[in-house]
């Protein structure tokens, strides 16, 4: 309707007024353009200087239209200029709940997941460690992936920096041997890795599933 006759003014104004920033006409013209999933105007856009991260009068960034339109590869290039994909709009939506409400296809929630799980594992966050197989006393630890070499650290010494050969969400079949008659064997954010040695390391993160299945596919992103 008019609205979208609207837009595609802005944009197109902003596409031929040379190599100038935005102005208050058409600040929103990277928004018009990640909704329609015009890449090539993106691309342009971005390069006049439009902000990746500015939000609409409905509260919305470029790479959640994008995430609500299923354009993958837009979602893709939006993220290497530098979208985040943790805003949160006021009805509580992120670019990776808009992907999931998407039917079209998920290449978009794909690339946003593993944008994710990329920061989350190079960052690094707090998590349950448990010793001895399972039946040591789980402590704390900070947990994170060197990036350059694909090692995941919890501390210096050389048995605390391993390469992982597997990363899975749940206990593996040796845990829940070793550990019949305790509790903790189904905490929701329990996964394991298979260290290139062949040990495996039980973690626990905070977040339940949603946050483990994000380290098991950082951890395999980045080794």
Same mark, same amino acid.
């Given at each position: 309707g008019n609205k979208?006759? +609207?837009e595609k003014i802005v944009l197109e104004y902003a596409l031929e007024n040379g190599s100038r920033a935005?102005?208050?006409t058409t600040?929103?013209?990277l928004h018009c353009a990640a909704k329609r999933g015009d890449l090539p105007s993106v691309?342009? +856009?971005t390069s006049k200087g439009y902000d990746v991260n500015a939000v609409d009068e409905d509260g919305y960034t470029p790479l959640m239209l994008a995430a609500k339109g299923g354009y993958g590869s837009l979602c893709q290039f939006l993220i290497s200029q530098g979208a985040k994909c943790d805003i949160v709009n006021q009805r509580h939506e992120t670019a990776l709940s808009l992907a999931r409400k998407n039917r079209a296809g998920n290449d978009a929630e794909r690339v946003i997941l593993n944008e994710l799980a990329r920061q989350l594992v190079l960052c690094g966050h707090r998590v349950k460690k448990h010793t001895k197989g399972g039946k040591g006393a789980p402590h704390w630890k900070k947990l994170k992936m060197?990036?350059?070499t694909?090692?995941?650290r919890w501390g210096r010494s050389g048995r605390r920096n391993v390469i992982c050969?597997?990363?899975?969400v749940g206990p593996s079949w040796m845990f829940l041997q070793d550990r019949p008659k305790k509790r903790g064997v189904h905490e929701p954010g329990l996964f394991h890795v298979v260290t290139a040695d062949n040990r495996e390391v039980h973690f626990v993160c905070e977040g339940g599933a949603e946050v483990a299945?994000?380290?098991v596919r950082g951890i395999k992103l980045v080794t």
């Open positions: 979208e006759a +609207l935005p102005t208050t600040s929103y013209a691309r342009k +856009l060197v990036g350059t694909g090692v995941l050969t597997e990363a899975e299945k994000l380290w």
